[in-house]
C-alpha cells in the first residue's frame, strides 16, 4: 500500500499521521469533545481529511469509548467503529485490536475488548521493533503509558485498562488535563502546609504554561476558567486551589507552588514505573523511550531511576516538519506504520 492515514481516535483529541511509503508526511491534533456527541468526532476527523486529502487505507485505534457519551465501553466501540467506517468512504478501513491485529469493522465490534483503549500497544509494538529492550513511557494530556518491551515485543502484564491500572502500566495523569485537586489535597504555602479546595480551578496544563515546558502548539484546549493562557492568568488558576488570589504571593511563591504539584506528578509517574520495572525482567541498560505531549518529562524520570532516555520521534522515518508531532502523536503514528509493514486481516 502507498498511502494511509492512521487514527488515534481519543476522548479529548482526534490525532491522525499520513504515511506515504512507510514515511510520516505530516501529523495532525485537533480537540474532540467526544464526550458532547459523536457529531464533534465527525467535524475533527473531515477538518483533518480536507487537509490531508484521499488515501487507499485507514487505520484507526481508539480509547474514545470511555467518553461518557456511551453508555457501556462496548457500544462505544461499536458506535466509533461504525462512524469512522462511514467517515472512510470507499477507501478501504481496518481497526487495530492489539495482538489479533487489524480487523474489519464487523470483527473489530465483536472483538472490541481487543479494540478498546489498544492504542498505547500500536505505540509500544513499533517502539519495541526498534529498541529490543527498554521502557516506553508515553506522558498525554489525560493519562500516562508506562509499557516494559522485552525481546522486540510488548512484554505487558495488564490489557484491559483496569488490568493496567492494577499493575501501573496505565497512571490516570497527564500534563494538561489533569485537575490539580487530583494530586494534592494539601500543598506548602508561606511556610505551611495548606489544604486545598477540592475544585478544578486548575490542572497541570497551568503548571508546565508557567514552566514553559508545554509547547503551545499541544495546548488546545481554553484554561478552565475561560481566561488567557498568560503566566499571570495561570498563577491566578493556581492561588485560587489556596483559596487565595495571586496578588497574596509574589511571582516566585506560585512558581514554587506549581513546582511542589510537578514533583507530585512526578513522583506518581515514577512509582509506577518502579512498580513495572518490579516484574519486568529488563537489562540494567534498557533505556526509556519517551513520546506524548508530556515527553519532557521522561528524561529527568530516567536521570531519577538510573537509566536513559530516548525519544519516540527520533525512532520514526518522517519529513522533518513532522517529526516532533509523530513523538506527541505516537498510537497515531504508529497504528499507520504497523499496517503498512505487515498484511491487514479481514
Given at each position: 500500500m502507498s498511502t494511509i492515514i492512521g487514527w488515534d481516535i481519543g476522548g479529548a483529541h482526534l490525532k491522525a499521521a499520513l504515511v506515504r511509503d512507510g514515511r510520516v508526511e505530516a501529523v495532525e491534533q485537533l480537540p474532540c469533545t467526544l464526550w458532547l456527541g459523536t457529531d464533534h468526532l465527525a467535524n475533527a476527523?473531515?477538518?483533518?481529511?480536507?487537509?490531508f486529502g484521499s488515501p487507499e487505507h485507514h487505520a484507526v485505534?481508539?480509547?474514545?469509548?470511555?467518553?461518557?457519551?456511551?453508555?457501556?465501553?462496548?457500544?462505544?466501540?461499536?458506535?466509533?467503529?461504525?462512524?469512522?467506517?462511514?467517515?472512510?468512504?470507499?477507501?478501504?478501513?481496518?481497526?487495530?485490536?492489539?495482538?489479533?491485529?487489524?480487523?474489519?469493522?464487523?470483527?473489530?465490534?465483536?472483538?472490541?475488548?481487543?479494540?478498546?483503549?489498544a492504542n498505547w500497544h500500536a505505540s509500544a509494538s513499533w517502539a519495541a521493533q526498534k529498541v529490543s529492550d527498554g521502557l516506553f513511557i508515553d506522558i498525554g494530556s489525560t493519562t500516562t503509558d508506562i509499557v516494559p518491551l522485552a525481546a522486540?515485543?510488548?512484554?505487558?502484564?495488564?490489557?484491559?485498562?483496569?488490568?493496567?491500572?492494577?499493575?501501573?502500566?496505565?497512571?490516570?495523569?497527564?500534563?494538561?488535563r489533569t485537575s490539580l485537586m487530583a494530586l494534592a489535597d494539601a500543598a506548602p504555602f508561606a511556610g505551611r502546609l495548606q489544604r486545598l479546595m477540592a475544585e478544578n480551578f486548575a490542572t497541570t496544563a497551568d503548571l508546565y504554561r508557567l514552566s514553559g515546558e508545554l509547547d503551545a502548539q499541544d495546548d488546545a484546549y481554553p484554561a478552565t476558567d475561560g481566561r488567557s493562557k498568560s503566566a499571570q492568568d495561570c498563577r491566578a488558576r493556581i492561588a485560587r486551589m489556596f483559596g487565595r488570589d495571586a496578588a497574596e504571593g509574589a511571582p516566585q511563591a506560585w512558581a514554587q507552588a506549581a513546582r511542589f504539584f510537578r514533583e507530585r506528578q512526578l513522583s506518581r509517574i515514577g512509582e509506577a514505573a518502579l512498580q513495572v520495572l518490579s516484574g519486568a525482567a529488563l537489562p540494567a541498560d534498557a533505556r526509556f523511550v519517551a513520546a506524548g505531549a508530556?515527553?519532557?518529562?521522561?528524561?529527568?524520570?530516567?536521570?531519577?531511576?538510573?537509566?536513559?532516555?530516548?525519544?519516540?520521534?527520533?525512532?520514526?522515518?518522517?519529513?522533518?516538519?513532522?517529526?516532533?508531532?509523530?513523538?506527541?502523536?505516537?498510537?497515531?503514528?504508529?497504528?499507520?506504520?504497523?499496517?503498512?509493514?505487515?498484511?491487514?486481516?479481514?
Amino acid at each position: 500500500m502507498s498511502t494511509i492515514i492512521g487514527w488515534d481516535i481519543g476522548g479529548a483529541h482526534l490525532k491522525a499521521a499520513l504515511v506515504r511509503d512507510g514515511r510520516v508526511e505530516a501529523v495532525e491534533q485537533l480537540p474532540c469533545t467526544l464526550w458532547l456527541g459523536t457529531d464533534h468526532l465527525a467535524n475533527a476527523w473531515r477538518v483533518i481529511s480536507e487537509r490531508f486529502g484521499s488515501p487507499e487505507h485507514h487505520a484507526v485505534t481508539m480509547t474514545g469509548e470511555l467518553a461518557e457519551i456511551f453508555p457501556s465501553r462496548r457500544e462505544g466501540v461499536a458506535a466509533i467503529c461504525q462512524m469512522a467506517a462511514e467517515l472512510a468512504g470507499h477507501a478501504e478501513i481496518r481497526f487495530y485490536a492489539g495482538p489479533r491485529g487489524f480487523l474489519g469493522e464487523k470483527e473489530a465490534t465483536a472483538n472490541w475488548q481487543d479494540v478498546a483503549s489498544a492504542n498505547w500497544h500500536a505505540s509500544a509494538s513499533w517502539a519495541a521493533q526498534k529498541v529490543s529492550d527498554g521502557l516506553f513511557i508515553d506522558i498525554g494530556s489525560t493519562t500516562t503509558d508506562i509499557v516494559p518491551l522485552a525481546a522486540a515485543h510488548p512484554a505487558m502484564r495488564g490489557y484491559t485498562d483496569a488490568e493496567r491500572l492494577e499493575t501501573g502500566e496505565l497512571v490516570y495523569t497527564g500534563v494538561m488535563r489533569t485537575s490539580l485537586m487530583a494530586l494534592a489535597d494539601a500543598a506548602p504555602f508561606a511556610g505551611r502546609l495548606q489544604r486545598l479546595m477540592a475544585e478544578n480551578f486548575a490542572t497541570t496544563a497551568d503548571l508546565y504554561r508557567l514552566s514553559g515546558e508545554l509547547d503551545a502548539q499541544d495546548d488546545a484546549y481554553p484554561a478552565t476558567d475561560g481566561r488567557s493562557k498568560s503566566a499571570q492568568d495561570c498563577r491566578a488558576r493556581i492561588a485560587r486551589m489556596f483559596g487565595r488570589d495571586a496578588a497574596e504571593g509574589a511571582p516566585q511563591a506560585w512558581a514554587q507552588a506549581a513546582r511542589f504539584f510537578r514533583e507530585r506528578q512526578l513522583s506518581r509517574i515514577g512509582e509506577a514505573a518502579l512498580q513495572v520495572l518490579s516484574g519486568a525482567a529488563l537489562p540494567a541498560d534498557a533505556r526509556f523511550v519517551a513520546a506524548g505531549a508530556g515527553d519532557f518529562l521522561v528524561p529527568e524520570l530516567a536521570r531519577r531511576l538510573g537509566r536513559s532516555a530516548h525519544a519516540f520521534a527520533a525512532l520514526i522515518p518522517a519529513a522533518d516538519g513532522a517529526r516532533r508531532q509523530a513523538g506527541v502523536c505516537a498510537p497515531a503514528v504508529a497504528v499507520a506504520l504497523l499496517a503498512q509493514d505487515g498484511p491487514i486481516e479481514a
